[in-house]
């Protein structure tokens, strides 16, 4: 809950910085003498001021001007009345009307910046700032692009110069009320918000995004979704560069709600359920096995070592799972129905005899829907899910199929491994079809008899025979495959021993953004 706080306007003009008498770059010369804020040119008359090397009559002028016009605004408590001020020295306020809390803060930024550019009188600058300093890094325009399109055409450096210094005004206005030459005052209540920020990052150095999105949140009491959502635009002023390092620009692509809090369902989804084919794999042989570990390495900036390609098929990807949440939870219906996905087996099986009965074909159509290898489905109706008295031997599988006996063997392993991987451990990242979840519960449970069989295929058989009720003649048109799929080899033969091998942790930095020139002067 966003807690109300009063603008931070100043009850004493004294204390006031002279920056806010917009004097472009003679407010330097007047630093360099020795006057800093408003108390120390209380009593500078003209005379005075003309004394200062390199002050003319032009700043004399302005100075006399602008300072009267402020104290005129001052109201009765002591407060200056900024829109007052502004008007009488003929520059725009920004905004108009302050925010009172965080999250009004943080909502009203693509405003300010919308505002902020049609106030620029530079339009390269103003193109500068809604094309790249406030636009989601995807988006951004390139300074070659924007160099092109100027009048006259600008080289790439050029542009870049004009970016930084603009970058640079707007953070001394914001942060130390230092205006040169930017011709536009921050409203007070509205600066507030950016110096409580620079406050708490007064002594940091660098900081991973991923704290700098927690310590934002913390300082304006707003969720950490509504920060990401600004995050292109904050970064940009905090450290000086529109173009984030290239480990945080797919973490500013990801939709806000994916960070939303609470979301701890979402955060254990394994990312072997995703649909993301080879991509998901080398996520989880990373060692980024769950949704919320993928999260947190966008999060970190590790995760564009993977290469541009990739990080962006996960970045999609992400983002259409972040389509089908619904209240924290994925919508699994949505998920399928964008992914346009055909549903198998197409008949679901209400009951274990159903199951029993169908399994060998529905097996068969989900190899035939997949390139598992070249002839895993021939392999797989002519042996491996038969039972023993009617299974053809690999040699002669290999002369139907015109191959050898060991190509044969090699293509049924993995065929084998692969089906355990789907329909065991649930990695459908390779998966062209949707499986139905009857289906799968009738395979959990298969599943706990075999863990429960002591490797032993007729006690097997005879066990889930008994606990779906169906006959052990019934069952003999199930089990081989079963028993193929959860072993890795056809029944008669041990059970090949399963294990999960884990990339050892990379050793790699955390991504780091330098807070460039985002400091608060005291």
Request: with cysteine.
């Amino acid at each position: 809950m966003d807690q109300a706080v009063a603008p931070a306007q100043p009850n004493d003009v004294d204390n006031l910085t002279i920056g806010v008498l917009h004097l472009g770059a003679k407010t330097r010369l007047l630093e360099e003498a020795g006057f800093l804020t408003l108390a120390d040119v209380r009593d500078l008359d003209a005379t005075l001021l003309s004394q200062i090397p390199s002050v003319g009559r032009r700043t004399v002028d302005e100075f006399v001007h602008n300072h009267n016009a402020l104290l005129n605004a001052v109201d009765r408590d002591g407060s200056v009345n900024w829109e007052i001020y502004c008007a009488a020295v003929g520059i725009p306020l920004l905004p108009t009307r302050p925010p009172v809390n965080g999250g009004e803060f943080l909502a009203g930024l693509p405003s300010f910046f919308a505002a902020l550019a049609d106030a620029l009188d530079d339009r390269i600058l103003a193109t500068i700032l809604l094309d790249r300093i406030s636009k989601p890094t995807t988006s951004q325009k390139t300074l070659e692009e924007i160099g092109a399109a100027a009048v006259p055409a600008l080289t790439r450096e050029r542009v870049r110069q004009k970016e930084r210094k603009l970058l640079g005004q707007i953070t001394g206005g914001l942060l130390n009320e230092t205006y040169e030459g930017l011709g536009i005052h921050f409203h007070p209540g509205f600066a507030f918000w950016w110096r409580k920020a620079a406050d708490a990052l007064a002594d940091v150095e660098e900081i991973d995004v991923e704290n700098f999105v927690k310590l934002l949140s913390n300082v304006w009491s707003i969720p950490q979704a509504a920060v990401m959502k600004q995050l292109p635009a904050l970064v940009a002023v905090v450290t000086g560069e529109p173009q984030m390092a290239p480990g945080f620009r797919a973490f500013t692509a990801l939709d806000p709600r994916l960070f939303t809090e609470g979301s701890g369902e979402l955060n254990n989804l394994p990312v072997l359920k995703l649909r993301m084919d080879k991509v998901a794999i080398r996520l989880a042989e990373a060692g980024m096995q769950r949704f919320g570990d993928v999260v947190h390495s966008f999060r970190s900036g590790d995760l564009e070592r993977m290469g541009v390609a990739p990080v962006k098929r996960v970045t999609d990807h992400f983002n259409l799972v972040a389509s089908c949440l619904n209240e924290g939870s994925v919508d699994w219906a949505g998920y399928r129905a964008i992914l346009k996905l055909d549903c198998l087996p197409k008949t679901v099986p209400a009951t274990p005899a159903d199951f029993v009965r169908t399994l060998t074909q529905d097996t068969e159509n989900l190899l035939r829907g997949h390139e598992v290898s070249v002839r895993a489905v021939e392999i797989f109706r002519r042996r491996t899910g038969k039972e023993a008295r009617e299974r053809m031997t690999l040699h002669q599988v290999g002369e139907e199929l015109g191959t050898f006996a060991s190509s044969i063997k090699r293509e049924e392993t993995i065929l084998l491994a692969w089906l355990n991987d789907v329909l065991v451990g649930r990695e459908f990242c390779s998966l062209h079809v949707w499986l139905d979840g009857t289906w799968l519960r009738w395979w959990d449970e298969a599943s706990e008899t075999f863990e429960q069989s002591r490797d032993d295929y007729d006690d097997f058989a005879d066990s889930l025979a008994w606990r779906w009720r169906v006959s052990r003649q019934e069952m003999n048109a199930a089990a081989p495959t079963l028993w193929a799929v959860f072993t890795g080899y056809p029944d008669g033969r041990p059970p090949r021993s399963r294990s999960v091998i884990h990339l050892a942790d990379a050793d790699v930095g955390l991504g780091r953004i330098r807070l460039q020139g985002f400091r608060r002067v005291h």
